[in-house]
């Protein structure tokens, strides 16, 4: 049995902490808002996020984070990206030396570009930081629905630690050193989501979802490989099986944002209607900001941020994806 703390208890970190529960473990969540830890308290259940999951009565719930930092073998970072520097500066005079974190969100920093593991480790540089990402909707695995993850990490020893401690016979980890290409996908899939969302909202078909799934995966391969990542890790599980998950799933909170868009709302309605942090919208401009850095051009990513930003309307920016100019779709096997 290992001691665990949760920083998070939105969907994604209570869904985790009755895997970590049921696996075992002494299991704390952590949240920096008073009422929804009283409400947990009280319901046993996030009513507003993850309606239907009901927490054992042995998970421990506070707003202390000394008390959920010191003492832990590990601590699950699970708040929304926007909110993991601010966080982890919280949590940083209550870390010990090689204490194992490991970041659960998805997304990349607007301004500096980092990677959410990149940032914990700067705020928090006597910590051994990690991530778990996957193709993993919080409503199926609070349901204890069969789900796979990746755990990755600077050594191998780190990554089968959070192996161990994950993986049940409902919820399979697999281990990776590759941590960058396990963010990327993590990240810039939520972008290609609200592009699917869109079609959809549109009217399109599975064509069009296809296509966007499969051009989607392009773009964020050919970034990855130019940032040092592997392809192994964009078409496994955190790279096309994220995307496939996101793009197509009604849990998806980034495909029902852009689906919203689609329809004709605005940014701001779509975002308030789905009454969850949309995490593509953080990444787009994050992504379009390392497709120039990188020089690597990333043309659904491109139109997203126009929709988003510039008030383009989506069958515009469908259309001129679609008239772009003819080529190759591999052009290296014509050489």
């Excluded at 054992?56 to 073998?73: C, F, H, P, Q, S």
């Excluded at 699970?78 to 659960?104: C, E, G, H, Y």
């Excluded at 609070?142 to 990755?152: D, Q």
């Excluded at 496994?236 to 994220?242: A, F, K, M, R, Y």
Aim: aromatic share 4%; with cysteine; glycine share 8%.
């Amino acid at each position: 049995m290992a001691k665990v703390s949760v920083l998070g208890a939105g969907s994604w970190g209570t869904a985790l902490a009755t895997v970590l529960e049921h696996n075992g473990h002494e299991v704390t969540i952590w949240s920096v808002m008073e009422d929804e830890i009283a409400m947990l308290k009280e319901k046993r259940e996030h009513v507003m996020k993850l309606p239907g999951v009901k927490l054992a009565e042995d998970i421990k719930l506070t707003t202390n984070l000394k008390e959920a930092v010191e003492g832990r073998d590990l601590l699950v970072l699970a708040v929304p990206s926007v909110f993991v520097r601010s966080t982890a500066k919280m949590m940083q005079p209550f870390v010990a030396s090689q204490q194992l974190i490991v970041n659960v969100a998805k997304g990349i920093e607007e301004k500096t570009l980092m990677t959410l593991t990149d940032i914990v480790a700067e705020e928090i540089s006597q910590a051994r930081v990690a991530v778990l990402s996957g193709p993993s909707h919080a409503e199926e695995v609070g349901r204890g629905l069969p789900t796979t993850c990746v755990a990755g990490a600077g050594t191998r020893e780190a990554a089968e630690f959070i192996q161990n401690i994950f993986m049940n016979d409902v919820f399979r980890v697999y281990t990776s050193p590759d941590m960058l290409g396990i963010e990327l996908g993590g990240a810039l899939k939520n972008v290609i989501a609200l592009a699917a969302g869109m079609a959809d909202g549109l009217g399109y078909g599975d064509n069009t979802k296809a296509a966007l799934i499969t051009r989607g995966i392009a773009e964020i391969g050919r970034l990855a490989l130019a940032m040092g990542a592997k392809y192994e890790t964009i078409s496994g599980l955190t790279g096309i099986g994220d995307l496939i998950v996101t793009c197509a799933s009604r849990h998806s909170r980034n495909r029902k944002a852009g689906m919203l868009i689609g329809e004709g709302k605005t940014m701001k309605e779509a975002t308030e209607e789905v009454n969850m942090v949309v995490e593509g919208i953080y990444s787009a401009k994050a992504a379009m900001g390392l497709s120039e850095k990188y020089q690597v051009p990333m043309p659904i990513i491109e139109q997203v941020n126009l929709v988003l930003f510039y008030n383009k309307p989506c069958k515009e920016a469908v259309q001129e994806l679609m008239l772009r100019d003819k080529k190759a779709e591999h052009e290296k096997m014509w050489e």
